[in-house]
């Protein structure tokens, strides 16, 4: 990630401290798309304000200590002074002026932030060229993101039951790509309980809620990875439900489009063959690879949903975006890929038993074996720009 | 919310006098009680008789005019310390007042 | 009614602690309804598969209990009439009078529920059936509390103990039976008469 | 419970004989502190238990900031630390801090406006052993291997039935819920007592800012406590009967608690801050030698913002996806909830301002309160933007928050009120020396904890999270804070260490005399440590600071002069034959069976049974005990705590028969 040093001084030492953290790649403090820029100009100047009236106070505070201390030099009661009517009005007034100024300032920055962009751009969709409103249905559950991607559009589109939608054009988890220079709408629901949708780099964060429909949008002016968190405490692994938004210039993005619509290939070599048998046995119950089986059947979990791992290899994380996929030479992580087969509970703390993420399989290791060859088919591998950018510890 | 003594003390001595002479008859409790089942009546024609678009504000008058009519009478505070009404009053705006903004944050009137 | 100044300075309000305890609490348990009420209205129209509020209402019948519990607020504030004037036999009587129509009341509420439970609106069925049988419950136990209060009263009236003197104990339980009186007052307007979602 | 036994007015005369309503005859020890109806030992019980519970709650804390010192930490899994963070919340927001300004409330509160008890001193025996029967219960839950782990707010649907399967959210709802019991009553009691009985002349515009604060925490808990009531009951219900109200998969709606919740939940902050502001403003004047600047003031700042408390509480959902107009409408209103803060701190300096002021522990603590509490309250005004909040909530900077106005302002507020009442309540002062190096260790401890919380929630540093990867740049500032928590607890030590050598120094030396600081309200009017009956006699109050003003006057010049010395002032203590409410066993007895019911409504619904059973026994016994005690040691008569107030009961008993018959208040 790029590292953003903020000009010192300007918010006061606190806060320059805050910005000088290194890969601090979900800084709040460094803006990276026109809507978190919006929250940054308004909050810089409020930071400003509060720091000027903390060191008022303190250093008042100090003053007093220092200026009024007993110090024993006479035996003489201070004056009682009971009261200033003109202070307090003055010390009531002041304060509100400000805060009403702030206050105007920060209703139009709720104004903008809700005002949504009626842009489109033109894409083409399995050779039919559409116009696309872009727009992203995002569902939580525990302890992953799900994006679905609708390009014929969402109207009428209920979310009001997540666990039960209709099939998509691309469904991908945990990394949101999305075209640079493009407000992106996010439709949001959960399908278990409440997850916050946050990528501080692009905006601030966004409750999704079961039952409803939130709505937040985003859009990155440079293309490049944005990193996320779950922020709403979500239960067991919430502290390991994380996610990017991967923006693409339009080109890369219509490459990544393409690709995304196809169905998963059909395996030719021996190894990953039986991998997929075992794949149609055992993961099929909850994963749906496009092209073997459909959601239709739903996920044997709470949620009623697993990743889908259509195009697994195009992405560059897994398990809610905690483990690499690659090294950072652009070659597959097996040792963690084998490992999350062989026991998932071990690698991410979960409720397996209580039908909430991914149980230990029971595979014997010629079985991962093949499972890894299988899965290895699935999807192009992306850019090793997205794969360095991406990399998580 | 506070009290302030002296305007207290004055209801109090009031509130005693009228403990000792001014209570209602049992004749006034009951014509209070004819006017409430009255009213109730007219309540629950309304589920007999369509009156359009007037019913739920009529029924809203004659729920809180029967409100008023039993804690005046029936709960004294008509007589009793302005105190009382205070306490009780304060509670019923404090909860109407909350209770009605979270169900306009909850969309209730739009989409009841 | 002295003008002790002991009993009546700037350092209180020179009302009974008693009294003021109930109303203080009265005050309190407008927010504990106001909840009750907004979780019911929030919910009323959604009731899933099962059945709505506006086609399992019996106006009618709760009418007729609604009746009976106004009628109840007349009753105990007769008896504590009764009683202020120390006539104990009347002041039973309508304390008698006040328990009956209260259970009058509780056995109506009894009756619709389990009409309700036949009729396919269990306490699980859907969030309006969750929220209205917890409403209208709540509202149950509390008038039945009251007519264990109404029983004690009875109780020691009996024993001889509740006499002129104490009338201000009957005068705090008759707050207590009007305010729950007052809170259905509200619910049978704003639950039952108000049009009701229907399926 | 309390609407039952505060009507069951029976009387009692014939209904005596029976053994078991006797009262409890002293006794001593141990058994004079479990039937106590004495005002002080209560308010001492419910600062023993809040201390217990502190050390609890810290001990917790201080898993957390180990848990988190380093990058993928291994002290406790995910799912310990989830329990362990809710508790932590969970005890010191209900069983610390709040209890707390219960023990000052019931300490100091009868004292201030100058009475002898409170109005009902057994429902005020009750709401302590209510409140620490809620608090045992919920620790209990460690015992079962099954503590609350959805955190203190809760949220459902993560805390329903079906995502929080153990029993871990039926102790919070439970517990929490027989706490409540206790605060309301507790709130009901307070203000009938402030209301009926202060001091002769004493307005309620004569009461100190302290005594005021607590009046308005009490009108927040008589109508914030039912609200969290009904959430947490219908918590219950869907997780145990089955009922639909936050599960979505049946239409219920999540958001219902959250509103219901922070409806409780904002009010709840005020209650936790406002007994401190009370503090700080006894101890300011008194240390700066000044009255109190603006005390009209600081008293309806207090309740302006106890008041504009109700319309805010929607600033914790500015994320959930309420409508923009909520969130615009709230974000206004929490802002400007801010006014009347900054008026208290401008007038807290103002009070120092041209005083002569004694830097002792107390006034460190104060003053301290004063600055820290002035971080939280900006940092909380950035975060009222609620722009700004959809980056801020939810990350450390709001925990940082938080802490800064819990700690640095609850929790320091109550330290400098030990300082300067500890005489008041044991008869000898806390040692300086150590004192400083408690405040300078908590300050210091405190700012090195919570402050770099502020640049890790602004780097992006999620709460509630177990355990955070390397390279988010978290590494240094957590590690910093965990070092920081050290020294808070250092802190803590000097504390407890300061309290035992205190004891043992003052250990066969006369008491403290009266008025160790040279202070101005009602309860420095009797000897340290207070007399068990207070006050000798009525005092008459004419002003402000009436104690202050019996001892000093201005001569011509304005100049302040002695006019008497506080050993002429105060009262000797040594009044005899003081009618005093008798002890009694059932508060005890009625909170014992609470528990019970919890847990039969968790394990086995026959186990409510002898629960349910032990709380009716002790309604009926509560209801016909005997006024008093003939044998105690308090002298017979009725119970005196009504002595001011209640004229009615006095005008009965003087105008009939005279028939032996129990006053209503005795019943409470």
Redesign the interface.
Known sequence: MQRFLRPAGMVGALLALAGCAADAELDTLTPKGPDARTIDALSDPVFLVAGVVFIIIFGGTGYLWWRFRDDHSDEEYPEQVHGNFRLEILWTIIPTVILVVIGVFTIITLTDLNRYEDNAMALSVDGDTTTWEPEVVVVGQQWWWEYRYYFGGTEGLDLSDARHLPPADIVTANQLVIPVGQEIELKMSSRDVIHSHWIPALNGKRDVVPGRTTYWKLEAEEPGVYFGQCTEFCGLSHSRMRMQAVALSPADFQAWVDQQVQPAAEPTDPAAIAGMAIFESQCARCHVIDGVNDETKGADLIANAAPNLTHLMSRTTYAGGIFNLYEPDGSLDRTQLEAWLRNAPAEKPAYAEGRRGMPAMGLGETEIDDVVAYLETLGTRPSMDVIVATEVE | MSTDTPTTEATVAEAHDDEAHDHPTDAKYVRIAILLAVITAAEVATYFVDIGPALIPTLMVMMVVKFFYVAAWFMHLKFDSVVFTRFFVTGLILATAVYCIALTASEFWSKG | ????A??????????????????????????????????Y??????F?DGPAPGDIFD??FT?VS??VL??S??T???SL?AL?RGDIRNNRIWLWTTALLGALFIGGQVYEFTTFLREGLG??T??F???F??LTGFHGVHVS?GI??LM??L??SY????????S??V??????W??V??VW??I???IY???SPTT | MSEQTAELTVGGDAAQPLGVYSRPKGGGGWRDWITTVDHKKIGILYGGAALLFFFVGGFEALLIRLQLATPNGTVVGADLYNQIYTMHGVTMVFLVIMPMAAAFANYLLPLQIGARDVAFPRLNALSFWVFLAGGLFLNCAWLFGDAPDGGWFAYSPNTGVSFSPGHGMDFYAIGLQIAGIGSLISAMNLIVTVLNMRAPGMTLFKMPVFSWMILVVQFLLLFAVPVITVALFLLLFDRNFGSNFFNPEMGGDPLLWQHLFWIFGHPEVYILILPSFGIVSEVIPTFARKPIFGYEFMVFSGIAIGFMGWGVWAHHMFVSGIGPISVGAFTLSTMFIAVPTGVKILNWLATMWGGKIRLNAAMLFATGVVSMFTIGGLSGVTHSLSPADTQQTDTYYIVAHFHYVIFGGALLGFFAGFYFWWPKVFGHKLGETLGKWNFWTMIVGFNVTFGPMHILGLNGMSRRIDTYSPGFGFELWNMVATIGVFIIALGVLFFVLNVILSARRARGLPPEPPDPWDARSLEWFTPNPTPVHNFDEDIEVSSLDEFWHRKWTTDENGKVVRKATAAEVCQAGDAENVHLPSPSYWPIVMSAGMPLIGFGLMYNLWLCVPGAALVLMAIYAWVFEPPDDPDGPFGHGHDDHDDHGDAEAGDESASDEGAPQEEAASVE
């Open positions: 009614m002295s003008s002790d002991h009993a009546v300075h700037d350092g209180g309000t020179g009302l009974s602690n008693n009294k003021l305890l109930m109303w203080v609490f009265l005050g309190s348990e407008c927010l504990l309804f106001g909840g009750l009420i907004s979780a209205l929030i919910n009323r129209n959604r899933g106006i009618p009418s609604s009746f106004l009628m607020s007349l105990m504030v007769l009439s202020q306490y699980t859907s969030p059936s969750s929220a049988f917890t509390l264990v209060m004690s009263l109780i020691s024993r001889g103990t509740l006499r002129k003197e104490n201000e104990t005068e705090i339980v008759g707050l207590y009007h305010f009186d007052v007052i509200f049978f307007t704003v008469l108000v049009p």
